[in-house]
């Protein structure tokens, strides 16, 4: 097995488009997030969301060989959340993916929740910011072989 510290490059991606959020969408698949950990500056028009993603990028299909990473998620140009809901408690959540329609951004999370940013001349990065780790535990790729 090839050294995974060494193949391991932090990301720092932008996307301005709906194929560019697609890999997002990979990239950030099952990251942890707490509520407490999102916040939105309605006067700059940002949504920022600090979350624990997997390394699936080197990972090479084999969901042993994934590691943890804090990252930020940082969306510009976001007029309004639609519910804020979802933050009033401090709970734990996956982000199972990312996208845009009409001018909405969608964030699908475990148990059915949603996060629906409201959007114009948007731009997203996903920057990590720390070390990766061995998860806790390892969640499972879902693939269609």
């Known amino acids: 097995m090839k050294d995974l510290d060494k193949s391991y490059v932090p990301l ?11 890999v997002f969408s990979d990239c950030i698949y099952q990251s942890i ?10 006067k700059n028009k940002l ?3 600090a979350l624990e993603r997997f390394t699936w990028e080197i990972a090479e299909g084999e969901d042993h060989k994934l590691k943890q990473v ?4 940082t969306i510009t140009g976001v007029e309004k959340i639609e519910d804020n809901s979802i933050f009033l408690n401090n709970l734990i959540y996956n982000v199972l993916s990312i996208n845009n329609y009409d001018n909405s951004i ?3 999370l475990n148990d059915n929740k949603i996060i629906t940013l409201e959007v114009h001349n948007w731009s997203c990065l996903l920057e990590d910011v720390g070390k990766p780790k061995w998860p806790a535990v390892t969640p499972t790729h879902l693939r269609n072989d």
């Open 106 to 108: 969608f964030i699908l």
């Open 12 to 22: 720092k991606l932008r996307a301005i488009d709906d194929n560019d959020l697609s």
């Open 33 to 42: 997030f707490l509520t407490s950990e999102v916040k939105f500056d309605k």
């Open 70 to 73: 804090p990252s930020v998620l």
């Open 47 to 49: 949504f920022l969301l």
